[in-house]
């Protein structure tokens, strides 16, 4: 790995990669697929997203994910397999969860702080 670092990054990748558009194509109906892929860029739910590095970001995952990657998805995965992809995306998600709670209950109780001030 120490000899050639930028080799072993672009393996991950397209096994991260990979992994990702072989969702996509499997589950057609997902939120995925359903929701960010089919419309344009939201404006950022909270306000340390900056709009700009949100929609580059959006921009990117739209055209990669629009357009099938051109190497072969039914292989190995040497780097990263799909139960590891998978636990990943559990955890992201139950934190991101929880981050969009607080939020909600941050933004709930300065509404409620407001409301008591009038």
């Excluded at 419309?39 to 099938?68: K, Q, T």
């Excluded at 190497?71 to 998978?86: V, W």
């Excluded at 955890?91 to 407001?114: D, M, P, S, W």
Aim: charged content about 25%; overall charge neutral; aromatic content about 12%.
């Amino acid at each position: 790995m120490a000899d050639d670092a930028d080799a072993v990054i672009t393996a991950v990748k397209r096994d991260w990669y990979g992994l990702d558009h072989l969702y996509v194509q499997r589950t057609g109906d997902s939120l995925f697929s359903r929701v960010i892929l089919p419309h344009p860029n939201p404006s950022p739910p909270f306000a340390f997203l900056f709009e700009d590095g949100l929609n580059w970001r959006l921009d990117h995952i739209h055209v990669c994910y629009s357009h099938p990657p051109d190497y072969d998805l039914n292989r190995p995965y040497a780097y990263l397999d799909q139960r590891t992809m998978q636990r990943f995306v559990a955890e992201a998600t139950t934190h991101l969860h929880r981050i969009h709670r607080a939020e909600r209950q941050r933004r709930a109780g300065n509404a409620e702080q407001v409301t008591q001030s009038r």
